[in-house]
């Protein structure tokens, strides 16, 4: 166990909704990143926060955003699902000043299923 | 930009056998390089890091990687191999040259050891 806890564990909804995705760190990590999975795209970068603000952007489409809140959990949110958004979500965080030696530390993840 | 590569989709080894995960990489700077492990249905574990010094690495579970420069590569390695260490393997590196606080990872290896 990681220490980064992600809910839901499972998500199933239709095209054209939206959904959030939770993510709480590991205690005191002050930075947390979010990935996307698929079978033909592999583990995609989709953002990093420190501290509440935001960091690093990777490939996230802007149907996608993402916060970082005071508590330093985050949320990833998703609209206008589209068949392809189906995918694994991976939350990470890691505890040092959020560059890219840090160590990050991955959640069990969110499977979503858009249907 | 920075990029990494694990060419082979797929290892086979046997149990007692060592075993290898390739991983080859791209960098403007100096590479921060990484090994996590996934088991099915599971987020990303840890294994091991390079970011300087010796350039044998040793981590988790037996698993040790060796960082050479003039080969770019950062191959995962470990003597006797065991059922229980089938799952899919990545490699993920960042870069100090470029100002990106992101890591990159290889689409995987999956690793299948043999009784």
């Known amino acids: 166990d990681s220490g980064v806890t992600q809910t839901p564990k499972h998500l199933i909804t239709a095209t054209g909704q939206r959904v959030t995705l939770r993510c709480s760190p590991r205690s005191g990590d002050l930075s947390v990143y979010w990935y996307q999975q698929s079978l033909d795209q592999g583990l995609q970068f989709l953002i990093q926060?420190?501290?509440?603000?935001?960091?690093a952007k990777g490939n996230i489409l802007e149907r996608f955003s993402a916060q970082q809140f005071p508590d330093l959990h985050s949320e990833l949110n998703l609209s206008s699902l589209e068949l392809g958004d189906s995918a694994l979500y991976f939350c990470?965080?890691?505890?040092?000043?959020?560059?890219?030696?840090?160590?990050?530390?991955f959640g069990p993840g969110t499977r979503l299923t858009v249907l | 930009a920075q990029s990494v590569a694990q060419p082979e989709d797929q290892v086979n080894v046997a149990e007692g056998n060592p075993l290898t995960v390739k991983c080859t990489y791209s960098?403007?700077?100096?590479?921060?390089l990484f090994w996590y492990v996934q088991y099915p249905n599971r987020g990303l574990q840890f294994l091991l890091k390079y970011i300087t010094g010796d350039n044998l690495v040793k981590g988790s579970y037996g698993f040790e990687a060796e960082f050479n420069k003039s080969q770019t590569s950062f191959h995962l390695k470990k003597p006797s191999a065991l059922v229980s260490d089938s799952a899919l393997y990545f490699c993920?590196?960042?870069?100090?040259?470029?100002?990106?606080?992101?890591?990159?990872f290889g689409k995987g290896t999956k690793l299948s050891v043999i009784p």
């Open positions: 926060y420190y501290n509440g603000e935001e960091r």
């Open positions: 990470a965080s890691s505890s040092q000043g959020g560059g890219a030696s840090d160590t990050q530390y």
């Open positions: 960098v403007s700077g100096n590479p921060y």
């Open positions: 993920a590196v960042g870069d100090s040259g470029a100002g990106s606080y992101q890591l990159t």
